[in-house]
């Protein structure tokens, strides 16, 4: 019998109170120029509070000059220091430990483009927006890398237990793996290893930078979903394309990199999957092998993974029945299970577990967290925040 998931585990290093994660969120309530709010800190002490085991720090910028969301974070220079040195006081004081996930957006907005360079691996536009990049040069590689590098060693001294990159649902970082978005005939093109290539470089300078015992996570999708002439779009449906051949990343190439993930020395592997925002309504279809789970939509995947690898694999996704969780847990490989949309209705449905008053999360994944265009929060149960400073 495996400890209880509210036990204390050894999160490869990490000690944490739980098995459970906050996944990152943008939640659109930093300033303009990318500092936090009160109202934001307030979000964060309410996670932190509410006794989850981890949180990951919404998806904080690299560079001045890319914002691909309104209203986010960043950690561009030492300007932004005293802002997640505060943060990371805020969460520590709880017992929380506390990731930054860092990344690039590329294509994967509609945010100010015409306004900014937004780069790319190649000139293929972004199937859900429509935005199309400028194919980066080897010299907007190399700057890319740095500015991650730089970035990471910020999170570790603003004292933060570890570093998540974005590698997940179409961002720069992930079209760089994907056969559909990189059409790079160069050393960063082709082949699995070639589309490795700036993965692996931006580890490496960030392994420079912060050493060689600095937890480094992942957050990587586990199938674009899109071979065999269909596409699931950002609503869920599953569309029928004339070309047959078009293929994005597959779970069978994933699973590969992830092997080669581990080789490297990342920490963990957070698997999510590029129709996070629909998966609801695709419940109970099979895509790319697995099936989508109504209670766990990529826990087939993160299951099979988890045999794959030996370092800890988190499922992300739809969960929300403690009794599924505990059946995973007992049975698969899988290490923790993460939330997003949950904590932004309800930021202690974990405490709720724990002393047993509920079983299941109020969120009843309807996904309009995300239809508002000053703030993201939960329109169905919690009155809106408010925000100062924006």
């Not at 100010?112 to 194919?135: C, F, H, Q, Y």
């Not at 939509?297 to 690898?309: G, I, K, M, Q, T």
């Not at 009794?323 to 974990?350: H, Q, V």
Request: net charge negative.
């Amino acid at each position: 019998m495996k400890r209880g998931l509210f036990e204390p585990y050894d999160f490869n290093g990490v000690k944490v109170k739980n098995r459970f994660m906050r996944s990152a969120v943008w939640m659109n309530m930093a300033d303009r120029s990318g500092h936090f709010t009160e109202a934001l800190y307030g979000i964060y002490e309410a996670l932190a509070r509410g006794g989850v085991g981890v949180v990951n720090v919404e998806v904080t910028g690299i560079v001045r000059e890319e914002q691909c969301l309104p209203g986010q974070t960043t950690l561009c220079s030492d300007e932004f220091l005293p802002d997640f040195e505060r943060l990371a006081g805020i969460m520590h004081q709880y017992g929380c430990k506390t990731f930054v996930q860092l990344g690039y957006g590329g294509t994967r907005t509609d945010y100010r483009v015409g306004e900014r360079v937004i780069l790319a691996p190649s000139d293929i536009p972004e199937i859900s927006t429509g935005t199309k990049g400028t194919p980066m040069t080897v010299s907007d590689i190399h700057y890319l890398t740095e500015s991650y590098a730089k970035a990471a060693g910020r999170v570790k001294k603003a004292g933060f237990d570890g570093v998540q990159l974005h590698c997940a649902h179409n961002y720069m970082m992930n079209q760089f793996l994907s056969p559909y978005y990189n059409n790079r005939t160069d050393a960063y093109g082709g082949s699995t290893e070639n589309r490795m290539r700036f993965l692996a470089e931006v580890y490496q300078a960030i392994r420079e930078e912060v050493g060689d015992s600095y937890p480094v996570s992942i957050k990587m999708t586990a199938s674009d979903f899109m071979s065999g002439g269909i596409f699931v779009s950002g609503t869920g449906e599953v569309v029928e394309l004339d070309d047959l051949s078009m293929t994005g990343l597959t779970f069978e190439e994933s699973l590969k990199i992830c092997k080669k993930l581990e080789e490297l020395g990342f920490h963990s592997i957070e698997l999510s999957g590029n129709c996070h925002s629909a998966a609801r309504k695709l419940v109970g279809r099979v895509l790319d092998g697995y099936e989508i789970k109504e209670h766990g939509y990529f826990s087939e995947y993160a299951r099979v993974l988890a045999d794959e690898v030996h370092i800890p694999v988190i499922t992300v996704g739809g969960l929300d029945s403690l009794a599924y969780i505990e059946e995973l847990y007992e049975k698969t490989n899988i290490a923790m299970f993460s939330f997003a949309r949950p904590f932004l209705c309800e930021p202690d449905f974990l405490e709720k577990w724990r002393q047993g008053i509920s079983s299941t999360t109020t969120c009843v994944h309807c996904a309009m967290c995300r239809k508002d265009k000053e703030v993201n929060y939960c329109t169905a149960f919690r009155e809106k925040p408010a925000v100062a400073g924006r």
